[in-house]
């Protein structure tokens, strides 16, 4: 998937960006830019975030480069960033809308606006490339930024007390100043998040200004942004997911950078929140499409799910945060399920198509007919006027090596089997760690451990929820005990180059049940095989998912699938009957015997367009 | 239900529409008229559409008067037809919201702005007030007014080739023309029908006159208000439900005055379409909120379902309509299960509390947290700022006599049993039937008939498509073999004074289930006896209703509710443990047998609010 996004979707989206693809919805992104310069004219268009979309692009671009130097991308990028360097204004302030349509409406509606959104993903944009390429050019533009914002907003009477309407820029900020080690970018950071939600309430404040009368248009108020109370406060999961998610994501940041242990406690409650109570088995979050986002503790309607891709990647990098905290599998877990299901879902195997929701059910001739389906699409787009989501899988997935390992002095932990190369420092001793594996279609992983001399080290190897029965062998030797630490093997030794390590996670196949409460999952089942979550497709299983029961004492196998060129579950199931043109009947149905194939919920799609179905009815 | 309204539904309506009730939202309606009339000053206000809540009522006044004279509720009435005469403008044009506001307006949106579906109100109330007092004013009124709408709309070229957006005065004509034999009273109403849906589109053109660039609100257009095609070509229900069902009654009414086979084939077609594919168990109809309509077939969800309380009154009318056409009890059978399920359930046992939607299962706690269930009311209102539905049962209520039976030349055909005295002249002789039950809680009737002297003929008795096992005796002798036409059995005799006919329809509690493409309802039975539909109320049952199983063997049994005062069904279920914190867990969930509880669905949320189900999870 990582390969695809370098060679397939960073081209793609570049063109996209270009509006230079048929048929598919305009971006107007890189446009606004040359209106903004003045080399072309004309009004701003597409979303008042449009420029978000670059930064984002820009960024997958920095990590694609650290591992893939390529030097007719970088030069594309590096034109893109001579023209932001033209669109930044004399006083550091860069945003292609205000520049053309309001420069003197600047940071007067913060609640809708997402100026401190953009300017957050020109900075980890900016991060990114200086981290992949050395060069300073955006990193540049990104502090004189941040030096225009730290002006407008702080603790000084003169200032405002605003905060972004859409999280970003405060964990923006953290990353900034690991980079930078300016404390102001911290201190900003801080600022946004301490401020956010106090009373009289900011936003209020700005609407009255600006002669707002007529209330918030979400009926929730506040909710929607996190700003109903301070975060300090918050014990629910409420409002728009993404902003949420990138939200906890910053205070996890704050909290490890400043040794916060009040507001780690605040993330841990949400993370408890989030995952026991308002998440979809994928992953997936946002239950209702209407504020795209949560509604209340398990509330998981499967068919009118928004589970937005770019939530499921704001729940990797939240997991990804509070694993560099709490070296825990919990998160990582997590952060599979997500990564493996939620997020992957988002694209097409192609590389070029694209899911914003991604429901659990999908009755494809509903989306047309039921208003409560319309943000339902039966097929992935090409491109979406509100393009979010593709350049957020591009950046998760072209830095994945991030997520796979944290190092530490003498530690070194691994947390996704991916086939990778490592190269790092432990005790001061270069050492090279390679994966194999066939993950996540195979448990099996041989790590081969190479430090340039003989050194002792911890290696901390995730053992994860889903496996019952792992098996560990060291340099040959089959561990008869498994000395697990929050989830971690550990397996402390002097390493010798050629070490290795072999894993065997026993893939079985699971039927996983949702918490009665989840009202809508009783009496049915997911397939889950190792972290992924599977479904059944009308191209395998005919029209009328529901119709389909999986008996609990059928007998599933795995098998290769020539088409999807993956491993998929294959059983018999039953089938109710339809024999009947009556809408209602005192006869008991019959359930005839059919076989069934279910796929893995990321690769769905990607055949003939249909139903999909991930809660099986089961019976018993 | 009929004497509650009579006795508190139309009292507490009269002060409702003057305002009168301390915490209910405000009508305006009796407001409204004085204002056009110059007693009081100020704006219309409420909807366009707030006069036809007026003439709901007063149609209602009207029956009730006919069978239960009352002079103050009469001078109340008659009253108000004074102040309506004032509102009558010279021409005969009479509508609130026009005089009030938009004098030069008149007819100028009949898409939107209910002119014509007022009017309707207006004859339906006449006919109903004339024929329960004998009084003309009303009628005389109203005829007025259809001088002035047929000199408006018509055949001639300098006529307005317009119909209503929402109908209603077709129906209303045809009630018309039965009592003035006018044939230009039954022409206008072909006219309206006929003109439906023809193109270039009215509506169209009207809007483009008016100066309108923007599209038509409605995401299907002019399905909203069935006029995508002339209504001959139309063979699915599609848009708002209510409009859909007054248009269908007076299709049928057409046919029947004009001897239209072809006009009543389609009516023969849609009705197939609803009672096949988009009709909920309890007669409800309309599938979302969005257009408050119909959305595609077999697609019937529970927790969203608008079922407007009126689309099911519609359906009554239209099931109606049908039977006079054809007696055939498939059409009784219909308006039998809308009227004690759709119908009753709009309104409290105490008749002063109101449901407008009546999904078949309600998450009280997500009625405030999920947007796609924000019309979904946890408790039954006072009353509602758009008050289509309280009047709309009290009309019907207060008219069912007229549903309970039809009389031809020698035959008298019985559709609902119903504890009442009928006085009809079969053959030129009086004869009075009087029917004694406690139907529908149980099945025992019995008719005494009353010739005033000995007299041949029919007497045709519906048997109910639930009943398997009906058993009739006349003058005390058992029929070894009924002879049902159309599902009617027919007895044929010469009738003697003082004859009695005993039926006895065995109730048994039926387990019904959906067609296997009701998605919803796979793996789920709805409890069913005799006519009525049950649900689990957590008043009964707990919260959580979907963890609550109904063993296919379990033996249910009926008793009588102390509190409710009627039948309820009992027996022992099954409910899901819920012993964890997790979200997905893969062991097998504990089911422990609970007692069950099911109440008429008509009379839930009448006790404490909470949660209802209609369709239960069946464990095989």
Known sequence: RAEVVRTRMIPYQWEALNDRVPGAAPSYAVENLRIAVGEKSGKHRGFIFQDSDLYKWLEAVGYSLATHPDAELERTADELIDLLARVQQP??????????????????????????????????????????????????????????????????????????????????????????????????????????????????LEAEKRGETHPYWYKWGFEYSQSHLPVREQDTAVGHAVRAMYMYCAMVDIARETNDQELFQVCKRLWDNVVTKRMYITGGLGSQEFGEGFSTDYDLPNDTAYTETCAAVGLVFWAHRMLQVEPDRQYADIMERALYNGVLSGMSLSGDKFFY??????????????????????????????????????????????????????????????????????????????????????????????????????????????????????????????????????LSRTWHPGDQVELVLSMSIERVRANPLV???????????????????????????????????????????????????????????????????????????????????????NRRPGEMLVWINEKE
Not at 109 to 121: F, S
Not at 423 to 438: A, C, D, E, F, Y
């Open 357 to 490: 929701v991604n429901p659990l059910q999908v009755w494809s001739h509903l989306t047309e007919r039921r208003h409560d389906h319309h943000h339902v699409r039966p097929s992935r787009q090409d491109w979406f006027g509100c393009a979010c989501c593709p350049p957020n899988i591009a950046r998760l997935l072209t830095s994945i090596g991030q997520y796979g390992y944290s190092v530490g002095e003498d530690s070194l932990y691994v947390h996704l089997f991916i086939e990778s190369t490592l190269n790092v420092k432990l005790q001061g001793v270069k050492v090279k760690i390679s994966q194999t594996t066939k993950y996540p279609f195979d448990g099996k992983v041989t790590f081969t451990v190479e430090p340039e001399k003989a050194q002792h080290f911890n290696l901390f190897i995730r053992i994860p929820s889903w496996c019952q029965n792992p098996q560990v062998s060291v340099a040959g030797k089959s561990l008869e005990k498994l000395d697990a630490v929050q989830g971690y093997i550990q």
């Open 519 to 605: 009202r809508e999952n009783m009496g049915k089942v997911a397939l889950q095989r190792g972290p992924l979550v599977y479904c059944l497709e009308e191209e395998d299983c005919g029209p009328n998912l529901p119709a389909v029961f999986l008996p609990r004492e059928a007998e599933l196998t795995v098998e290769d699938d020539p088409v999807l060129k993956m491993p998929v579950i294959v059983g018999e199931g039953l089938r109710q009957e339809n024999n009947t043109d009556r809408l209602y009947f005192t006869d008991i149905p019959k359930k005839v015997p059919v076989p069934i194939k279910a796929v893995p919920y990321f690769a769905w799609n």
């Open 91 to 204: 006083d550091g302030y860069l945003n292609s809308y205000y520049t053309i349509m309001e420069p003197d409406k600047r940071w007067t509606n913060l609640r809708d606006n997402h100026e401190l959104y953009c300017a957050g993903h020109l900075i980890e944009a900016a991060v990114a490339y200086y981290e992949g390429t050395g060069k300073r050019t955006l990193l540049d533009i990104a502090c004189r930024f941040v030096d225009h914002i730290a002006s407008v907003f702080g603790p000084e009477p003169t200032q405002k007390k605003g905060y972004p309407g859409h999280q970003e820029i405060e964990l923006a900020l953290v990353r900034l100043y690991r980079i930078t080690q300016d404390p102001k970018h911290l201190e900003l950071a801080e600022f946004f998040i301490d401020e956010r939600g106090k009373t009289p309430h900011y936003f209020q």
